[in-house]
Nanobody, 121 residues
Framework: QVQLVESGGGLVQAGGSLRLSCAASGRTFSSSAMGWFRQAPGQEHEFVATISWSSGTTYYADSVKGRFTISRDSAKRTVYLQMNSLKPEDTAVYYC??????????????WGRGTQVTVSS
């Protein structure tokens, strides 16, 4: 089992920044990558970014490229999502997930409980 705990969400004005953290514990070696997804009300999980634990290879959704940065601290088994130039359409519950280096949420076996990000206009 892998346990994931997100933190860092909150309310921010458009153009502002937030940094999300995701602390992983348990059998983290069973997953090769960590991803961030988001879910707005009435929507399905949307891929945001993913990073490989070993190589640091990253992939981003087009909607966040150039604004969001995913990073990891392998020693702390923690993944971060730095979000800059936030827009109202970024408002959602953000989830971290442990799995494989894909954008498909079905490739992620473990999920955190999520943290709310609200961007006001």
């Amino acid at each position: 089992q892998v346990q994931l705990v997100e933190s860092g969400g909150g309310l921010v004005q458009a153009g502002g920044s937030l940094r999300l953290s995701c602390a992983a514990s348990g059998r983290t070696f069973s997953s090769s990558a960590m991803g961030w997804f988001r879910q707005a009300p009435g929507q399905e999980h949307e891929f945001v970014a993913t990073i490989s634990w070993s190589s640091g290879t990253t992939y981003y959704a087009d909607s966040v490229k150039g604004r969001f940065t995913i990073s990891r601290d392998s020693a702390k088994r923690t993944v971060y999502l730095q979000m800059n130039s936030l827009k109202p359409e970024d408002t959602a519950v953000y989830y971290c997930a442990a799995g494989e280096l894909y954008s498909d949420p079905n490739q992620y076996a473990y999920w955190g409980r999520g943290t709310q990000v609200t961007v006001s206009s």
